[in-house]
């Protein structure tokens, strides 16, 4: 079971808007569209396609905190697995690659987020290491990594 991370680039990005989840997990997400379009307007943020061998199965976006600037604190505000790749490992290999590669950016925290429904995500993130740390204004749970 090979999962690489990828730049999203003009060769891979139709396959990132292409990707789809079950109706009742859409309400959890950004649509991959509204993240890849905010992404050309935000300059630090970093989008990846999740590849199982050479096929994009997942979609994620991670940022360098900058207001206030915080080199050491990253978010993780973008995460989902095609729906026909769930619940087969591949979400919790894509989360530990990115992990590793915000690591290597320097991270010394990393914050994420879920709706207070989407309790698969909550598990994944807590498997990998988060807490619970708070809520954001919109109601989303504020999870915490803390890198060593």
Partial sequence: MAIKLKEV???NWIDCIDLSLYPEQ???VASN???IA???????????AVYKEQKVIGFLAFCVEVDPPDPELYWLFRFMIDKHFQGQGYGTK??????EEIRQLGAKRIHTMHKPSNKTAGKLYQKAGFVYIGHLDD???L?????T
Avoid: C, W
Wanted: glycine share 2%; aromatic share 6%.
């Fill in 9 to 11: 680039t003009k060769d």
């Fill in 26 to 28: 859409e309400k959890n």
């Fill in 33 to 35: 569209v509204a993240s």
């Fill in 38 to 48: 905010e992404s050309k307007f935000e300059p630090h943020y970093q989008l990846r």
């Fill in 94 to 99: 894509a989360l530990n690659l990115v992990i």
């Fill in 139 to 141: 109601g989303d749970l």
């Fill in 143 to 147: 999870m915490e990594k803390k890198i």
